[in-house]
């Protein structure tokens, strides 16, 4: 799998990233000194014309030439009021907001997107370690929303895994309007602060999957509520050629999802790194942390870009979400 990394441009504190570039170090440093550290790049809006030099009402995101690539990219087209927050500024609002030494930061996507995480509280899970994380993502594509949200690591796989937008001030979703830097200092703050305050309410919800042993009845439930298949489209009144290919389109995404759920099954069973861990086998955390597996490192569904863009924000990334929905409903006995 491609990294989608825009050259050598990634910082890990501590331990090598699992594409093996980039810098690695063990040192407190702010956002300005590492993106300075890993290669700073430009990127402004430029106006647009016709070929004939008519004036556009449109700009275009431009990342300017680099020592490793020569030639300047359009990462996107904007408004002409568009409040673009390039890296550097992306890295100082971090430094005044979060005052938190980085753990991680990388440029994607030719530059088009620059994240950046800092390390929580870590939680232990019955002996299974789970690393928290503050990230932030700031896309200059002109279509992306600017993202804050908290993230974790099960240390025995270093497998990285979402956690669900769906409780309560987990995630913010800043779009570009001219309130834009001062909502997604607000978000970073406040992410912050309640992520370190909140360290006990995840353990217990955690703790809670560890305990829990499934039954295969809450197996069978909680695969098939995350991994849906639609019914069959009604198709008996539509023209042969349209439903031949709605039909087509089903039958492609049944077959997906089935083979998916099964692979989530065998992960569970025993074929998931550190399976064989207390904490994982026959649980309602080992079931979590399966679909989690399964999205980071299994075939990706047709017409997704890049798992790495995936995971940050797409269907995978909702697919995880809906996994610890679903499994925290089960052990609290919300299930629906």
């Known amino acids: 799998m491609a990294h989608q990394g825009f050259g050598e441009r990634f910082y890990s504190r501590g331990q090598s990233m699992w594409h093996g570039l980039g810098i690695v170090n063990d040192r407190d440093q702010t956002a300005v000194e590492t993106l300075e550290m890993i290669g700073g790049y430009e990127v402004t809006i430029e106006p647009l014309y016709t070929s004939s030099g008519i004036p556009v009402n449109l700009g275009a995101i431009v ?28 890295a100082e609002i971090w430094d005044e907001v979060v005052k938190a030494p980085v753990e991680t930061m990388g440029a994607l996507f030719d530059g088009a997107t620059l994240y950046i995480t800092t390390k929580l509280p870590t939680i232990d899970v019955r002996g299974d ?5 503050l990230l932030f993502v700031s896309p200059m ?49 406040g992410l912050y602060n309640r992520a370190v305050n909140r360290v006990g309410r995840f353990t217990e919800i955690f703790t809670l999957m560890a ?75 080992g079931l979590y942390n399966a679909i989690q597996e399964a999205e980071q490192y299994l075939g990706r569904p047709r017409g997704v870009k ?31």
């Open 129 to 133: 370690e789970v690393r928290n994380f």
């Open 141 to 189: 594509t002109g279509t992306e929303a600017l993202r804050a949200r908290n993230v974790s690591e099960r240390v025995v796989c270093a497998n990285t895994l979402r956690m669900a937008e769906a409780t309560a001030g987990e995630s913010y979703r800043v779009v570009h309007d001219r309130h834009a830097r001062l909502k997604i200092r607000a978000a970073l703050e």
């Open 63 to 90: 990342r300017h030439p680099t020592h490793d690539d020569p030639e300047p990219k359009i990462l996107g087209t904007c408004s002409p009021d568009y409040p673009l927050i390039t890296p550097r500024e992306a």
């Open 306 to 336: 890049t798992v790495v863009q995936d995971m940050i924000s797409g269907y995978r990334g909702r697919i995880m979400e809906r996994g610890f929905e679903v499994v925290a409903a089960v052990v609290t006995g919300g299930k629906r």
């Open 211 to 285: 305990d829990h042993r499934v039954t295969p009845e809450e197996v069978n439930y909680v695969i098939d509520t995350v991994y849906t298949i639609e019914p069959a489209p009604q198709v008996e009144h539509l023209p042969p050629e349209i439903a031949e290919r709605r039909m087509g389109a089903w039958e492609l995404n049944a077959s997906w999802t089935t083979r998916r759920r099964q692979a989530v099954r065998e992960i569970f069973s025993g074929a998931g790194v550190g399976s064989d861990t207390p904490a994982y086998a026959g649980t309602a955390w």
